[in-house]
């Protein structure tokens, strides 16, 4: 993947647990040292060895880290660096799952050697999507669920994803089931009865 993605792990471990943690999954991660180029792809086996690393060293499974990273990733990187691709993918969850190959299809002009993911989204009922992940890379199911919750958050929006099915056994993708309101939390919480006191 690309030097960002590896450089946003360095991101999330060193904002949320310091500078020295990061330097131990770094060395157990067999990395000589942590010059992550944006623009140039490395090896997924960086990647995982590096949420297997911080799955050992934070003492989380590899799943909470992937977790943690897909909400990190939307909230710090992709919003603080990608507002304008964040904002033309859509301002509701049905409309920004729906768009996300284009999403990805627009970071491939600016990354030529993405291996980008692909989502379908089929509408079950008003407030229900089942979602599609296709991947060429294995077991990032939990990087998936954290990104959609980011993405809740991201459009201030309530959403709630649960994993289905993972890819594998001879299922060539993973289905996501989402539900989330169309109504902004700040107005869901405004119409809340209020506790008097
Ligand atoms: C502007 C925002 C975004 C940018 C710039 C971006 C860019 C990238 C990049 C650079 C990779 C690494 C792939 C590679 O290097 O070959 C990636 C992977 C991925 N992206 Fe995005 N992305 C964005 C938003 C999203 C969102 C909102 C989602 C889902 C809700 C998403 C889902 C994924 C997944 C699941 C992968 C892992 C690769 C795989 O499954 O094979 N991305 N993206």
């Known amino acids: 993947m690309y030097g960002l993605v590896n450089q946003a792990i360095r991101g999330l471990v060193e904002s949320r647990f310091g500078e020295q943690p990061w330097q131990q999954i770094r060395v157990k991660a067999?990395?000589?040292?942590d010059v992550f180029l944006s623009?140039?792809?490395?090896?997924?086996?960086?990647t995982y060895n590096l949420v297997g690393a911080a799955s050992e060293i934070l003492e989380l499974a590899p799943e909470e880290?992937?977790?943690?990273?897909?909400?990190?990733?939307?909230?710090?990187?992709?919003?603080?660096?990608?507002?304008?691709?964040?904002k033309a993918a859509g301002s509701t969850i049905p409309e920004f799952l729906a768009n996300l190959d284009q999403l990805h299809s627009r970071v491939l002009a600016?990354?030529?050697?993405?291996?980008?993911p692909s989502f379908r989204?089929?509408?079950?009922?008003?407030?229900k999507i089942r979602l599609y992940y296709y991947s060429e890379?294995?077991?990032?199911?939990?990087?998936?669920?954290?990104?959609?919750?980011?993405?809740?958050?991201?459009?201030?929006?309530?959403?709630?994803?649960?994993?289905?099915?993972?890819?594998?056994?001879?299922?060539?993708?993973?289905?996501?089931?989402?539900?989330?309101?169309?109504?902004?939390?700040?107005?869901?919480?405004?119409?809340?009865p209020r506790s008097t006191c």
């Open 121 to 127: 989204t089929v509408l079950i009922e008003p407030g």
């Open 137 to 192: 890379r294995e077991g990032l199911e939990p990087f998936v669920l954290g990104l959609v919750a980011g993405l809740g958050v991201f459009l201030k929006l309530p959403v709630a994803v649960r994993l289905e099915a993972s890819k594998g056994g001879g299922r060539s993708h993973a289905e996501f089931l989402v539900t989330y309101s169309e109504k902004a939390m700040d107005e869901a919480s405004a119409n809340e």
């Open 65 to 86: 880290v992937l977790h943690a990273f897909g909400q990190y990733w939307v909230l710090e990187v992709a919003k603080k660096n990608y507002a304008e691709l964040m």
């Open 110 to 116: 600016i990354f030529p050697e993405l291996q980008p």
């Open 39 to 46: 623009m140039e792809s490395y090896d997924d086996a960086i």
């Open 30 to 33: 067999g990395l000589e040292n």
